[in-house]
């Protein structure tokens, strides 16, 4: 009879990963680092077929070639340096234990439940509230912060923040972020590059002389499309699976909900001065890149009522 009811009760207990944060939410280790590869390899196909695609447009063969030499360097250069990359676009710098040792404390005691080494912690400076995580693995992992989130949260509601970043490196998506951000703002860029030739006349196919308007418009379509690729190749559902993780591990769901609803409410006043709005996927909450509109079919954010509807159920049934 005792055995019955415990086995009820724990049906209608939480997620065991909310009282061992070591164990993580809904997938292994092993089936996270899976998926994590394929994302990769989907992402790097999808963007290496686009900028091949603008060579051979504009330069026939030879636009092929040099296309596919450019995104082989480019995808080379996204694994190894795209989170060098994309803290230099945020100008973010290390901070040092003695200038955080509150960050410190709190970073270095969630990882240790994570069982990841401890991240490096960087400071962003900008007024706009928010986070994000970085590094191609967990031992090459970082957190970054924005000097406006260290204003308006309380310890509690910082920490529950740390734990969501720590998240997505328990959940080995950080690679896929990264990489999405830098190849989406060498995308358009390449596009731009690739439109202005077309236009005055430098694209030639194979020898033929002059520019093509239809290639260019088609260029200039293909930039934000390429972008919005990049967005839905990366599912949504990772907000959510990084809120799990991020409850689980802080121990204080409502904490974490606490934080998204003022930073949900301060990404809508304070811009980041900053960065490229293609990043958007890297942070904690969409910052105030493209909001509304057909921007907000690519987003890569869920609602935050939903998020927070979702944390607030986890806290009440603990």
């Not at 296309?67 to 340096?81: C, I, K, T």
């Not at 676009?89 to 970073?107: D, G, T």
């Not at 802080?250 to 006043?269: E, V, W």
Request: proline share 6%.
């Amino acid at each position: 009879m005792h055995n019955r009811r415990a086995n009820a009760r724990s049906k209608l207990m939480p997620n065991p990963a909310s009282r061992n944060p070591r164990r993580k939410p809904h997938t292994t280790d092993n089936e996270n680092t899976m998926t994590s590869q394929l994302k990769t390899l989907l992402l790097l196909a999808l963007l290496s077929g686009i900028i091949i695609a603008l060579g051979g447009m504009l330069g026939g063969r030879s636009g092929i070639i040099i296309a596919f030499g450019l995104a082989l360097a480019m995808n080379l250069g996204s694994y190894w340096y795209s989170d060098k990359i994309v803290l230099s676009m945020y100008r973010a710098r290390e901070l040092a234990p003695e200038e955080a040792p509150q960050i410190h404390s709190m970073v270095e005691e969630l990882s240790r439940k994570a069982g990841i080494p401890k991240p490096r912690v960087c400071v962003v400076p900008e007024a706009a509230p928010n986070a994000f995580a970085t590094g191609r693995n967990p031992e090459n992992a970082v957190v970054a912060v924005t000097e406006g989130i260290v204003r308006i949260l309380s310890p509690e509601e910082l920490r529950g923040v740390l734990a969501h970043e720590i998240g997505h490196i328990v959940n080995r998506d950080i690679l896929v972020q990264t990489i999405a951000g830098v190849m989406a703002s060498a995308i358009v860029t390449l596009a731009n590059i690739f439109q202005f030739t077309a236009i005055f006349g430098g694209g030639n196919r194979d020898g033929e002389g002059g520019g093509n308007p239809l290639a260019a418009l088609a260029l200039a379509l293909l930039a934000p499309l390429a972008a919005g690729i990049i967005q839905m190749a990366i599912s949504r559902s990772r907000e959510y699976l990084a809120d799990d993780t991020g409850a689980a591990l802080c121990g204080q769901p409502l904490a974490l909900a606490g934080a998204l609803a003022k930073l949900g409410a301060a990404s809508g006043r304070v811009p980041m001065q900053q960065g490229n709005p293609s990043t958007e996927q890297m942070f904690i909450v969409a910052p105030l890149f493209g909001r509304g509109g057909m921007a907000s079919l690519f987003s890569t954010h869920p609602p935050l009522e939903e998020r927070i509807q979702r944390l607030r159920a986890m806290a009440a049934g603990r």
